[in-house]
């Protein structure tokens, strides 16, 4: 129950696509759902974050939608580009408690 | 920039021995925690630290031991290493944990090799 399941495993984009990238829980007691970034040898990176009682987000490129009654979550960027080309994380999180991560996604974005 | 520091960023160490890696977390944080990320999956919790009290354990064996200091940097301690030890570590600090919210900060982690 403390799992956060991930999809795709990797996913290929063109330059100017969009890139989405789901996720889904079982535990309704999560209150916080992160997304990281991670380049090749460097740590993860918060990129976006949302609260169960939104069910959207942007900054800039990247929206995060979020179905509470259905328990997914997904990350899509927008006018994807090379630079973007990185593993992204999605996680979940309660309040005194450890982040659970989702397996990754591998993305990469050919121009 | 996190402000999370880790060091030695790349160790090599034979079956059998003990290994320390040390955070340095960022200013004010007073909650630290721990994971490993074996190649090609994502980070497992191993425990956390709040004002240098464990707070919080993933499943991971004993083996695995840590500390934190008052100013708040902490350790991270693995005896009798395994193969399967072999991953990079990473250290993760916070402001606290009482609020889900709160924005936790990364290293770029330590690699461990185990041979």
């Known amino acids: 129950q403390q799992q956060v399941k991930q999809s795709p495993q990797s996913l290929i984009v063109q330059k100017g696509g969009i890139s989405i990238i789901n996720c889904a829980y079982e535990n309704t007691a999560f209150d916080y759902f992160p997304w990281y970034q991670q380049f090749p040898g460097k740590g993860p990176a918060l990129l976006i974050a949302?609260?169960?009682?939104?069910s959207e987000k942007k900054e800039g490129r990247f929206t995060i939608s979020f179905n509470k009654s259905a328990k997914q979550f997904s990350l899509h960027i927008m006018d994807s580009q090379p630079g973007d080309s990185a593993t992204y994380f999605c996680?979940?999180?309660?309040?005194?408690?450890?982040?659970?991560f989702g397996p990754g996604t591998s993305l990469s974005v050919i121009p | 920039e996190t402000g999370v520091t880790q060091s030695p960023t790349h160790l090599i160490k034979t079956r059998g021995q003990q290994v320390t890696l040390r955070c340095s977390s960022q200013?004010?944080?007073?909650?630290v925690s721990w994971y490993q990320q074996a190649l090609g999956q994502g980070p497992q919790f191993i425990f956390q630290y709040y004002r240098e009290e464990e707070n919080g354990r993933g499943n991971f064996p004993p083996r695995f031991s840590g500390l934190q200091f008052p100013n708040y940097s902490s350790e991270l301690n693995v005896n009798a290493l395994e193969l399967d030890d072999s991953a990079l570590y990473l250290c993760?600090?916070?402001?606290?944990?009482?609020?889900?919210?709160?924005?936790?900060?990364f290293g770029e982690g330590s690699w461990l090799t185990v041979v």
């Open positions: 996680a979940a999180k309660t309040s005194y408690d450890k982040v659970i």
């Open positions: 993760a600090s916070s402001l606290s944990n009482s609020y889900s919210g709160n924005t936790i900060y």
């Open positions: 200013s004010g944080h007073n909650t």
């Open positions: 949302i609260r169960p009682d939104v």
